[in-house]
């Protein structure tokens, strides 16, 4: 099995504000949306698709109407990362698809570092989310970049232009993508 990184630009403020916020019609607009993927996801974890058993739907609900945090670590990330993609724009993943999580460390981070920007791959997928709950113990990882850093790092990711490696050269898209709205970026790995 091939494993990767997904990065999503989102407000991290409003994703903050809608995890506990109880706003059912989010929570049925998040589940509505992604029932179809959520539920091969529920089928691939042998959970049950019941209303109220542990599984995905159930962890959405948990974050969004602000319920107690009852479920494995691991249900709960991947149902943030439906609501985070329900909020956010999805990031071109092209060069991190797959890519093992030490060529991030050794080879991305120095190179992303190189340029002076203050980011690096692995607080994205391991730094943890940007709201609470249980830790997954495997999968997914969780990380993210708050719009303050993210902003910071855009002139210095520009200026490395072409001549960047083609990783740098797409987190600096990410960057400015991110930068011109204000938001930060939080990424998965899985």
């Given at each position: 099995?091939?494993?990767?990184?997904?990065?999503?630009?989102?407000?991290?403020?409003k994703?903050?504000?809608?995890?506990?916020?109880?706003?059912?019609?989010?929570?049925?607009?998040?589940?509505?949306?992604?029932r179809?993927?959520?539920?091969?996801?529920?089928?691939?974890?042998?959970?049950?698709?019941?209303?109220?058993?542990p599984?995905?739907?159930?962890?959405i609900e948990?974050?969004?109407?602000?319920?107690?945090k009852?479920?494995?670590?691991?249900?709960?990330?991947?149902?943030?990362?439906?609501?985070?993609?329900?909020?956010?724009r999805?990031?071109?993943?092209?060069?991190?698809?797959?890519?093992?999580?030490?060529?991030?460390?050794?080879?991305?981070?120095p190179?992303?570092?190189?340029?002076?920007?203050?980011?690096?791959?692995?607080?994205?997928?391991?730094?943890?989310?940007?709201?609470?709950?249980?830790?997954p113990?495997?999968?997914?990882?969780?990380?993210?970049?708050?719009?303050?850093?993210v902003?910071?790092?855009?002139?210095?990711?520009?200026?490395?232009?072409?001549?960047?490696?083609?990783?740098?050269?797409?987190?600096?898209?990410?960057?400015?993508?991110?930068?011109?709205?204000?938001?930060?970026?939080?990424?998965?790995?899985?």
């Amino acid at each position: 099995m091939s494993y990767g990184v997904m990065a999503y630009a989102v407000d991290i403020d409003k994703l903050k504000a809608l995890c506990g916020s109880g706003d059912n019609q989010t929570r049925r607009a998040v589940c509505g949306r992604f029932r179809a993927d959520i539920s091969r996801s529920n089928d691939w974890f042998d959970l049950s698709g019941d209303r109220g058993a542990p599984n995905i739907f159930t962890a959405i609900e948990h974050l969004i109407m602000g319920n107690d945090k009852t479920l494995d670590g691991y249900l709960y990330g991947y149902g943030f990362k439906y609501i985070v993609e329900f909020s956010g724009r999805t990031l071109d993943n092209g060069p991190f698809y797959p890519c093992p999580s030490s060529y991030l460390s050794d080879t991305v981070d120095p190179a992303i570092r190189a340029t002076g920007a203050g980011l690096s791959m692995s607080d994205l997928i391991f730094g943890g989310a940007p709201v609470t709950f249980p830790t997954p113990d495997d999968f997914p990882a969780i990380g993210h970049w708050t719009a303050a850093e993210v902003a910071a790092a855009d002139e210095p990711l520009r200026a490395a232009g072409a001549d960047a490696i083609e990783e740098v050269r797409t987190v600096a898209g990410w960057v400015t993508h991110a930068t011109g709205r204000s938001q930060g970026i939080v990424g998965f790995y899985h």
